[in-house]
């Protein structure tokens, strides 16, 4: 999972010091190990299902963009957001996202990191009971 989490944060432009020990690595090691421990709790599974492999990566990045803002180890000021697209329009189907002008960085980015972090609804799938 640690090269999906990196290529992940790759994709949206953050980069990651991959030497081994190194703060960054530490850090992934341990969000990877703390969301893998949270969807196993929460499915009563020993591993996680292959249909949440996709949800697992962005959480990991979401829990590890978190604790970067919240050491100040991360300028949020840096990140571009204008990508993110006002409108999507399928046939006959059309979405429009609300923004705002005057919404700063930091307000784009805590809400990128509810994006990343999901729900545990996702995880109703996946739930096994048990006695």
């Known amino acids: 999972m640690l090269e999906d989490v990196k290529t992940r944060l790759k994709s949206l432009g953050i980069s990651v010091n991959s030497k081994p020990n190194s703060q960054d690595e530490v850090m992934l ?3 990877i190990d703390k969301v893998t421990n949270h ?9 996680i299902p292959q249909g949440l ?3 697992a990566v962005d ?5 590890f963009l ?3 803002k919240s050491m100040g180890l991360l300028d949020v000021s840096s990140l571009d957001f204008e ?8 046939g006959d189907t059309n979405v429009v996202f609300a923004v705002e002008a005057n919404r700063t960085p930091e307000a784009h980015f805590d809400a990128f990191i509810l994006y ?3 729900g545990n609804t996702d995880f109703i799938k996946y739930r096994v009971l048990t006695w």
């Open 29 to 31: 090691n341990f969000c």
């Open 39 to 47: 969807i196993n709790n929460q499915t009563n599974l020993s591993e």
């Open 53 to 55: 492999h996709e949800i």
């Open 59 to 63: 959480m990991v990045v979401g829990e």
């Open 66 to 68: 978190f604790t970067k």
């Open 83 to 90: 990508a993110v697209a006002k409108q999507v329009q399928d």
């Open 116 to 118: 990343l972090q999901h």
